[in-house]
């Protein structure tokens, strides 16, 4: 699929997709609070981390990823940071799980990830996910 040989990339890459869909489908139309609430409520405190600003969830099958919902500007937006293999990598989603925007940056302290340009990649391939940067870039013709 898409030239990957890796089998790796499109099954993290589905099961992230799945994760932020439950994630926005379960918690990302709720009040932050609230949201708080429930994820306290369905993850074991190994799994998450709940602040009065942030909530942080890491998935057993996908433990080189956090998903963090922060509920700045009253609208609740989940962002997805690449660990390990995958560290650089971050996949941002609106509430209403219209838009995609992806991004892979060497982290300042250490190395990229030798996987999350990869991963990255496979994302707006397969799922339409776009570069901010990428999109400003061309509508100012650069």
Known sequence: ??????KETPETARLIFLRSQEIGRRFLGL??????ELVKRNFTPEHC???SDHIAIVYADLPDFSFAIN??????????????KYDGFLLQRDAA??????N?????SRPL????????DFFQKQY???DPRETIMRAFGR
């Open 113 to 120: 990830g030798p996987k999350a340009k990869r991963l990255a």
């Open 31 to 36: 009040p932050f609070e609230e949201a708080g």
């Open 1 to 6: 699929m898409f030239g990957f040989t890796d």
């Open 71 to 84: 509920g700045w500007l009253g609208d609740n937006t989940l962002t997805i940071y690449g660990g390990g």
């Open 128 to 130: 339409g996910a776009t």
């Open 97 to 102: 799980g219209d838009r995609l925007n992806i």
């Open 49 to 51: 981390y709940v602040s």
């Open 104 to 108: 892979v940056e060497k982290p300042l």
